[in-house]
């Protein structure tokens, strides 16, 4: 069978094996939404640029925000973590231990929520062997300047391959770390609770499972296919954007323990066995959604074939149609993060060289 590509690099011949539901056109702006249970807009209005970045980054992946204000991002095939500071980007070092290839490369980045006073980064990068992750000490030179130390690796294991890296990671409300993976192309890894990949694994700061994930293992959900993005809402419950193959892409509510289907189905089949996601993207073009952020009860989603950034409100543990913003204007947007002033980073992809947009608190 043919391995699909789609939601990574659009193409692709790979159609998922059980019935699908939530067929509707993708939504455009302003019209109506793909799916979701109640349709319209959730009183959402269009995001305000405050500013472009023109950084000169190389496939941007990830950003955090230190507790200065200064920016850390990574790229995904140099390596390199870069500051950006005042407007303007410095490179800080690049990660040892990273092979860069297809999808693969040095990915996500987590603040430890303790950075304060451990000074802790977390990245989940692609090794000659694996898909780890690893955490450094980010400290500051008495010229404003950051460095970091040798990767302490915590955690290793995850399946690599040419695509379906996975490579999310962040800190939930309950201060353990929470990390999405890919199948590696190995779709007997999803429906298996004792693998890594197609998984959203929840570890302790030390890289140990948490207690009470429900398998007794790292494991916290399974039957994923390719998880881009994590956030929680108001209320802390957790969500996350996951790639289909040439159809469906999701935006799916997680629960411990919950089984997401792939490689069975994909999207909203509505069968008992696995739990249906939220909202559903039927043709990747429209989204193939990576980094996630919530405001409060509305989500914001990059999307990568798709070329916009996707808005959706939320309610409750139900989701409405979603909206999309600057459609195609500026490109594959690979992340989205909040700012410390409550606005957006936008984080955009292959435009050689890539940009930040900023865009302004949300209304």
């Keep these: 069978m043919a391995i699909a590509l789609s939601g990574c690099t659009g193409e692709g011949t790979d159609a998922p094996t059980g019935s699908i539901t939530g067929t509707g056109p993708g939504a455009t702006e302003p019209g109506p939404g793909t799916t979701g249970p109640t349709p319209g807009t959730g009183g959402a ?3 305000e640029i405050q500013a472009r970045l023109d950084l000169q980054l190389n496939i941007p992946w990830a950003a955090v925000f230190l507790p200065n204000g200064t920016a ?11 500051a950006v500071k005042d407007g303007r980007a410095t490179t800080i070092g690049q990660v040892p231990g990273v092979t860069p290839g297809g999808e ?3 990915l996500g980045l987590a603040l430890s929520p303790d950075f304060p006073t451990d000074n802790y980064l977390y990245l989940y990068f692609t090794s000659v062997q694996d898909n780890r992750i690893a955490r450094v000490k980010l400290t500051e030179e008495p010229d404003g300047s950051l460095v970091f ?6 955690f290793t294991g995850i399946p690599k391959a040419g695509t379906h890296n996975g490579g999310r990671i962040r800190f939930g409300p309950d201060g353990f770390l929470y990390v999405g993976t890919g199948d590696s192309q190995r779709r007997d890894q999803p429906q298996d609770p004792n693998a890594l990949g197609g998984k959203i694994l929840r570890l302790t700061a030390d890289g140990a499972p948490a207690p009470g994930n429900p398998f007794g293992n790292a494991v916290y959900s399974l039957g994923h296919r390719n998880v881009q993005g994590l956030a929680w809402d108001s209320d802390g419950r957790l969500w996350a954007s996951e790639f289909g193959p040439n159809v469906n892409d999701e935006l799916n509510l997680i629960v411990a323990g919950g089984n997401y289907g792939w490689p069975a189905v994909t999207g909203a089949p509505h069968r008992a066995e696995y739990r249906d996601a939220k909202v559903v993207w039927p043709s990747t073009a429209d989204s193939s959604p990576s980094g996630l952020e919530i405001v409060g009860s509305t989500a914001f989603l990059g999307a ?3 070329q916009r950034l996707w808005s959706v409100a939320l309610s409750g543990d139900e989701a409405h149609a979603p909206v999309a913003y600057f459609t195609g204007k500026y490109g594959r947007i690979r992340d989205v993060i909040r700012t410390p002033e409550g606005g957006f980073w936008l984080l955009s992809n292959n435009q050689n060289p890539d940009f930040v947009l900023i ?3 949300p209304a």
């Design 72 to 82: 850390v991002i990574s790229e995904r095939d140099s390596a390199l973590l870069k």
């Design 45 to 47: 209005t269009t995001p």
């Design 149 to 154: 130390g040798d990767p302490d690796v915590v």
């Design 104 to 106: 693969g490369g040095l």
């Design 359 to 361: 865009l302004a608190p």
């Design 304 to 306: 990568l074939r798709g």
